[in-house]
């Protein structure tokens, strides 16, 4: 298949195409394409499902993270340890 097409994209396209949806950021058209793409391409559809399920796993986790002025206090003793 040629991917000169506009409906035809290729697999690093679609990998580039399937980040974007699985942040809502994919237009109409490109998860069109996309799914013409999963139809015939086994490794779109692994990368589409690995994808799905990390994206899922981080949503579900209850992950917590630093302020970015705790992350500047946090650095700045680090520096003060490492240069006695």
């Not at 506009?6 to 697999?11: A, G, Y």
């Not at 796993?57 to 340890?81: A, E, P, R, Y």
């Amino acid at each position: 298949m040629k991917t000169d097409n506009n409906l035809f994209i290729s697999c690093e396209q679609a990998k580039y195409i399937c980040d974007k949806n699985q942040y809502g950021d994919a237009s109409i058209i490109e998860v069109i394409k996309l799914n013409i793409r999963l139809i015939y391409c086994k490794a779109t559809r692994a990368y589409s499902k690995k994808n799905t399920k990390l994206t899922n796993v981080i949503k579900t986790s209850n992950l917590q993270t630093l302020s970015s002025s705790k992350k500047k206090d946090m650095k700045n003793q680090l520096h003060k340890k490492l240069s006695k």
